[in-house]
C-alpha cells in the first residue's frame, strides 16, 4: 500500500541549532510531496511541496526539503532554530490521485 | 478571504446524540474532505467529494455521513455518537488538479463524546 512515513514522534532541539524532520514514501509511482506545519489548536498550513522539477525546494519560515528519489525521502530542514517553530509537523504524499495520504506527524521542541 | 470556515469549533456530545459538522468554502475548489485527528494517529480520511452530488468514503466513514449538494459547502453528520468519535475533525479544500495544489484546511473542530 502506499504510504508515507515519518520517523520520530517527537524531535527536540535547542534555539539556533539544525532541524531535520524526516519523511520517506512507499512507492515507486513518482509522488508530490508535501509538508504542512500545525501549531497549537490550529489547522495545517501548508509549508512547502514537491511537484517536478527542482529536487530542493523552499518554503516559508526558513524551511527547505530535498527531494532524493534514490532514498524515497524528501527529509524538512531549518539550519537555525527558533523558538517560534515550535509545532507538529506533518508530510505527505499524493500520487496523482484525489486525495492526501499523511504521516503520522511530528511534534518539535524548540528549548532556549 | 474565508477560505475553509468549520462551525463550531467545540462541542460536547452526549452518548447517542447526533449532530452536523459544517464546513464551508469560498475559493470555489472542486475537492472538499474530512479527516479526523487523534493524538499519535495523524490524519485519518473519513469522507470527500470530487464535485457536488458526488462523495466517496475514506478510511474511517463508518459512524459517519455526508452530503455535497453545492460546490461551498461539505457537511458531516454524526448518527448516534459514540465515546471512540471523540477526536478533532478537519475540513479541507482542494483545486482540481491536487497535486499542484494541496489542501487548504480549516480551523478544525473539537468534539468531545460523553
Known amino acids: 500500500a502506499q504510504s508515507v512515513t515519518q520517523l520520530g514522534s517527537h524531535v527536540s532541539v535547542s534555539e539556533g541549532a539544525l532541524v531535520l524532520l524526516r519523511c520517506n514514501y512507499s512507492?515507486?509511482?513518482?509522488?508530490?510531496l508535501f509538508w504542512y506545519v500545525q501549531y497549537p489548536n490550529q489547522g495545517l498550513q501548508l509549508l512547502l511541496k514537491?511537484?517536478?522539477?527542482?529536487?530542493l525546494v523552499k518554503g516559508i519560515n526558513g524551511f527547505e526539503a530535498e527531494f532524493k528519489k534514490s532514498e524515497t525521502s524528501f527529509h524538512l530542514t531549518k539550519p537555525s532554530a527558533h523558538m517560534s517553530d515550535a509545532a507538529e509537523y506533518f508530510c505527505a504524499v499524493t500520487y496523482n490521485t484525489d486525495k492526501l495520504i499523511f504521516g503520522t506527524g511530528t511534534r518539535l521542541q524548540v528549548f532556549p | 478571504n474565508a477560505g475553509v470556515t468549520q462551525t463550531p469549533k467545540f462541542r460536547i456530545l452526549k452518548i447517542g446524540q447526533s449532530m452536523t459538522l459544517q464546513c464551508a468554502q469560498d475559493m470555489n475548489h472542486n475537492y472538499m474532505y474530512w479527516y479526523r485527528q487523534d493524538p499519535g494517529m495523524g490524519l485519518k480520511l473519513i469522507y470527500y467529494s470530487v464535485g457536488a452530488g458526488i462523495t466517496d468514503k475514506g478510511e474511517v466513514p463508518n459512524g459517519y455521513n455526508v452530503s455535497r449538494s453545492t460546490t461551498e459547502d461539505f457537511p458531516l453528520r454524526l448518527e448516534l455518537a459514540a465515546p471512540s468519535q471523540t477526536s478533532v475533525y478537519f475540513c479541507?479544500?482542494?483545486?482540481?488538479?491536487?497535486?499542484?495544489?494541496?489542501?487548504?484546511f480549516g480551523s478544525g473542530t473539537r468534539l468531545t463524546v460523553v
Open positions: 512507492s515507486s509511482v513518482p509522488p508530490y
Open positions: 514537491y511537484t517536478t522539477g527542482a529536487t
Open positions: 479541507a479544500s482542494s483545486r482540481q488538479g491536487l497535486a499542484n495544489y494541496g489542501y487548504t
